[in-house]
DNA sequence: CAGTCTTGACATTGTACATGTCATTATGAC
DNA sequence: GTCATAATGACATGTACAATGTCAAGACTG
């Protein structure tokens, strides 16, 4: 099989790895209340400490409208905080609680732990190449689609 | 980076990946009056050359009722049509109009033109490499959730 | 302080499906 | 053949994940 024939099978494949991924999340989201995109919401809160809802929408490359509802779940369910913005009264600053970041943390530790088990069979180096060849294609076809 | 981390953000990047993929593929689109989904289902009549409804359906995981809407579609626009099941009356195989197989095949040629334009700066057992994890972390993933 | 941006809130719309139901055949077991 | 069961197409309804539009309040810039 041709190099560009690899190619164009290994893009189309992700969304087979996506669709498996998100159910593989969904299940150990299960219980927890949370959704994929409430998760994700925190997932952020937990590496950044803190953002505002502007901030989550670019990082998630999503609209603010949908992350500020987003949110405001995380909000109603006490997982996440408003803080006073400094530099914005309007724009409050979001924060985990400790429930919040106890929950986050847990869920992915469960994650990390489950990948563990599957990286049986796969060594570093494979994975090092996966991963760049992956960020290199999403690289290449953004620039295509904004060179129009 | 450990293997098991590096293996979790390859996982994660999926979903970037399937999102630059099926922007580049719409803007392909663009003009054909094609959607990427009825797209989907016009490259399997292309590979197999024909299918019954449910039999698509099956191929792209989806359920068949949502796949019947698509291929109705392709009907309606004179891409695909109904031929005689012999071995199920109310059944119909499906099969590309010399229409529709202009198109498809139109379409994934300068898909697989821009794949090649793409492929510079990646070599060959690098792709290879990518496609063998990739392929590997969907099985992983998806016999995981089946053994629940 | 006038004009422009930013943010939050809310309403509307769209896409991509899943699910349920029904009538119409088909098929397989007897 | 007949009868139970399954497969198919058609249609209705529901849902998750958003995009888009609009507005008012507040913040920032010259």
New binding site residues.
Partial sequence: MMKSEQIYKLIWMSRPLMQAAENAVELGLDGTGL???TR?VLEILYAEDEA????IAQK???????V??MV?ETLADNLTV?CENP??????IITLTDQGRALIKDVIGREMSLVRSMSAGLNTSEVETALKVVTALIEKLKSNIESD
């Fill in positions: 959704t994929v995109r994700a505002t809802v502007p901030a998630l490359e999503i609209n603010r409208q949908y500020q509802l405001n408003r530099r914005h009264k309007k724009s409050a």
